[in-house]
C-alpha cells in the first residue's frame, strides 16, 4: 500500500526542477509509505512521477517505484495489491518475460508492455490506484479499481495536468489555487461526504471506480468504464442464480474462502479487525479455515451500554481460537484525534466513527502491517437496518394517509431520544435495540415521505442544503437518477445499488483508507473482490432479506464455523456515544467551532440555525449530533486548510 502522485506540464515556462515539485506532492503523502520515497521524470515531455512505498509484498529494493517496464516504454506508480499476481506472473514468463523481484507491481507493469494496459486491467484481482506514462505514445493513463477501494484523485488547470492519493499531494503543486466548490459543500450537508466525482475544490475530481482516465500529451482527458457496478448488479438481477440453499452457500463460501486466502499473502505480520458482528467474524472464521498459523484479532469499545461490541468481538474470538487485543476508547481520546481529522481527510468528511475507525487502526498497527475488513456486507447482502426498514416501508406503510403518516412522526419526535432511551428497558425485548431513540428518529423521519424513493432519500439525508444554503444550488448526485428505476424495479436493491454505487465508496471505503493509512496500516476487504459482488448481486432476493433475517445467506457460511447463538443480537453499528460527548468532554472543543462570530466570518452556512441547533442540543430537547457533526467538520476542515483557500471561502 502506498501514495502515488504527479503531473503532465504542457507549458513552455515550465519548472525544469520537475523532481523537485514531485517531492513536495510526494512528501505529503509520507504517512501512506514511510518505508520508500521515488521520483521519476522526464523533462523533455513535462512528466513527474511520485511514490511513497510501504513495503508489504518483497521488501527489497526490486519493488522501488516508480518503475520502469522492461523494454523501458512505460513508467508506472502504484498503490494497492494485485492479489492474484502470482499466475499472470507465470503466464508472463511462459511468454519469456523474465523478473529481478517478486513484486506486484513489477508483474503488473511487464504485463501491461506484453498486452496493453486495457487488455490487462480487467484480469486483476484486487485494490488499486495508478497512473501509467507511455514514453512512446506519451500519453499518461490512471486507473482505479472497480470498487473504489482505493482513492484517486486529479485535476486539470491549464497546461497542467495533476493527480494524487489524496487531495494534500494535490495542494503540494505550486501551479494551483485551490477554490471551494459551493456546490460540493451543499452535497456534503445532505450525505455528510462529498459525492464523487466532485471535490471540495472547484475543477477537482474523484476518478470514478471501475475507470481508465487517459490523458494525450497536450490534450484534454477522456474517461472510459471497465467495470461498471450499475450493469454489473443489473444484469445479475436480471439472471438470478438457480440452486438449493445448501448450493449457494457452498458456492458463496467457496468464493469467499478463495477472496480470504489471496488477502492473506504478504511479507509482512498479518491480522483482522473484528467488531463480532457478522461480516468480520465471516472474514476471521475464513482466516482459521484457509490458514494453519494464528490468526490475531482487534476491536474496539467504549464504556458506554449501547455503544460497545467489544464483548461480542471477544466471545468469537475466544471460540475461533484467535490472538485478540481490545481498545476501550475514552472521551480524551477522541478529543486528542479531533485536531487531526481535517489532516487525513483533506476534504470535510462527517461520518463520526471516523474516530474510532482511526483509533483501531493504530492499536492494529502496533502489531501487524496488514489487517483484513469485513466492510461491504451489508451493502451486497442487504444488512443495513434500513433496507428492512424501506421494506416494509414499500410493503403497506406508505399506504396510510400520509397526515396519519405525518402524525405517527410527529409523535415520535414529541420526545427526545434521551427520553425514549430511557423507556426502552420497559418495552417488549424485541424492541430494545441499541440506539433505540436515534434509531426511533430515523423512522419519523421514514414516516414522512412522500413515497417510496423519498423514503430512501429521507434516511441518506442530514440536512436539507437549501435550510442552510439557500443561495446555492445542490448538484444532483445518483439517487437522482430516476432511470435506475427501470433497472432496479425492487425498491431494497435500488437502495443497494445507490449505496454500492455511491455511500460505499464515498463513506466507507473513504473512512477505512484514511483511517488505516494514517498509520500507514493496509487495510484489506475480502468481501469486496469482485467476484463476491457479481455473485451477489446474481442472488435471489431470500438470499439476502429472509423471514425478517439479513445477510441470509452470508450467515449460513458463517454458521458453518460460529454458533447461531453467539451471533444473533440487534445490529449496532459501529456508532460512537456523540451526543453525550458533545454535551460533555468535547462541548469546548464544539464551542469554538460553532461560535457565533467564527460562522459569520465563514459564511458559508446559515449562522442563526446552526446556533439554534446547538443550544437545543446542549438543553437537551433534541438530539442533533449527526448534524452538529456536519457543521463540526466543515468548520474543522475550513480552520486548517484556510490560509489555502482564504480568497475564495
Known amino acids: 500500500m502506498c501514495g502515488i502522485a504527479g503531473f503532465v506540464d504542457g507549458s513552455a ?129 490512471l486507473v482505479r479499481d472497480r470498487l473504489g477501494i482505493k482513492p484517486l484523485y486529479w485535476g486539470q488547470f491549464g497546461s497542467l495536468f495533476f493527480f494524487g492519493s489524496e487531495l494534500k499531494a494535490l495542494r503540494a503543486h505550486p501551479g494551483w489555487t485551490p477554490k471551494i466548490d459551493r456546490g ?66 457452498d458456492r458463496l463460501e467457496t468464493l469467499l474462502a478463495d477472496a480470504v486466502r489471496l488477502r492473506m499473502i504478504a511479507d ?24 494453519a498459523g494464528p490468526v490475531k484479532t482487534f476491536t474496539v469499545g467504549f464504556d458506554l451500554p449501547g455503544y460497545d461490541e467489544s464483548a461480542h468481538a471477544e466471545t ?86 400520509r397526515p396519519l403518516r405525518k402524525a405517527f412522526g410527529a409523535a415520535i419526535t414529541a420526545l427526545s431520544p434521551q427520553r425514549w432511551d430511557n423507556l426502552a ?27 417510496a424513493d423519498d423514503s430512501y432519500r429521507s434516511i441518506i439525508t442530514h440536512w436539507q442544503p437549501a435550510e442552510l444554503m439557500p443561495d446555492t444550488a445542490e448538484p444532483d448526485a445518483i439517487w437522482a437518477d430516476r432511470s435506475v428505476n427501470d433497472d432496479f424495479p425492487d425498491l431494497v436493491e435500488r437502495m443497494q445499488f445507490f449505496d454500492l454505487a455511491g455511500y460505499l465508496p464515498d463513506d466507507i471505503l473513504t473512512k477505512l483508507d484514511r483511517a488505516s493509512m494514517a498509520v500507514a496500516l493496509e487495510a484489506r476487504v475480502p468481501l469486496l473482490d469482485h467476484r463476491v459482488v457479481e455473485f451477489a448481486w446474481s442472488l435471489p432476493r431470500r438470499a439476502k432479506l429472509r423471514e425478517g433475517t439479513s445477510k441470509w445467506l452470508l450467515r449460513q457460511v458463517l454458521y458453518r464455523y460460529v454458533p447461531p447463538a453467539l451471533i444473533e443480537r440487534p445490529k449496532m453499528g459501529f456508532a460512537i456515544p456523540l451526543a453525550e460527548w458533545l454535551r460533555g468532554p468535547l462541548r469546548g472543543w464544539a464551542e ?38 456536519d457543521i463540526l467538520m466543515l468548520e474543522a476542515w475550513r480552520a486548517r486548510w484556510d490560509k489555502a483557500v482564504a480568497a475564495a471561502a
Open 13 to 141: 515556462g515550465r519548472s525544469s526542477d520537475l523532481d523537485v515539485v514531485a517531492g513536495e506532492m510526494t512528501g505529503s503523502l509520507r504517512h501512506r509509505g514511510p518505508d520508500d520515497a521515488g521520483i521519476w521524470s522526464d523533462a523533455e515531455a513535462g512528466v513527474a512521477l511520485g511514490h511513497r512505498r510501504l513495503s508489504v509484498v518483497d521488501l527489497s529494493a526490486a519493488g522501488h517505484q516508480p518503475m520502469l517496464s522492461r523494454d523501458g516504454r512505460y513508467a508506472i506508480t502504484y498503490n494497492g495489491e494485485v492479489y492474484g499476481y502470482a499466475a499472470l506472473r507465470a503466464e508472463l514468463e511462459a511468454r519469456g518475460v523474465s523478473f529481478t523481484g517478486h513484486c506486484d507491481t513489477e508483474v503488473l507493469v511487464e504485463a501491461i508492455a506484453t498486452y496493453g494496459l486495457e487488455a490487462t486491467v480487467p484480469r486483476l484481482i484486487g485494490m488499486f490506484a495508478f497512473a501509467v506514462w507511455d514514453r512512446k505514445e506519451r500519453t499518461l493513463k
Open 184 to 249: 460540493a459543500v451543499a452535497q456534503f450537508l445532505r450525505h455528510s461526504e462529498i459525492p464523487a466525482p466532485r471535490t471540495i475544490y472547484e475543477g477537482v475530481s474523484k476518478l470514478a471506480p471501475g475507470t481508465i482516465l487517459t490523458l494525450p500529451w497536450h490534450g484534454k482527458p477522456s474517461i472510459a468504464a471497465y467495470w461498471s457496478a450499475r450493469e454489473i448488479a443489473r444484469k445479475g438481477v436480471a439472471n438470478r442464480i438457480e440452486g438449493s440453499d445448501k448450493e449457494l452457500t
Open 268 to 291: 509482512v505480520p498479518l491480522g483482522a479487525l473484528l467488531s463480532g458482528g457478522v461480516d468480520s467474524s465471516t472474514v476471521v472464521a475464513l482466516m482459521k479455515a484457509v490458514n
Open 316 to 401: 468469537i474470538a475466544r471460540h475461533l481460537g484467535t490472538e485478540h487485543h481490545t481498545l476501550t476508547v475514552t472521551p480524551q481520546q477522541a478529543l486528542d484525534v479531533m485536531p487531526r481529522l481535517p489532516e487525513w481527510y483533506d476534504e470535510p468528511f462527517a461520518d463520526s466513527s471516523q474516530i474510532p475507525t482511526y483509533l483501531i487502526s493504530a492499536m492494529t498497527r502496533q502489531h501487524v502491517t496488514v489487517a483484513l475488513s469485513g466492510d461491504g456486507g451489508d451493502e451486497l447482502f442487504a444488512g443495513y437496518s434500513r433496507y428492512q426498514a424501506a421494506d416494509r416501508y414499500a410493503g403497506g406503510v406508505h399506504r396510510w394517509p
Open 425 to 451: 428497558p420497559y418495552l417488549p425485548a424485541r424492541l430494545r435495540v441499541p440506539q433505540f431513540g436515534d434509531k426511533l428518529y430515523k423512522l419519523a423521519n421514514l414516516m414522512r415521505a412522500n413515497g
Open 592 to 629: 469554538d467551532l460553532l461560535d457565533e462570530r467564527r460562522l459569520r466570518e465563514t459564511g458559508l452556512v446559515n449562522t442563526r440555525r446552526v446556533r439554534a441547533l446547538w443550544q437545543e442540543h446542549l438543553g437537551g430537547r433534541g438530539n442533533y449530533q449527526h448534524l452538529l457533526w
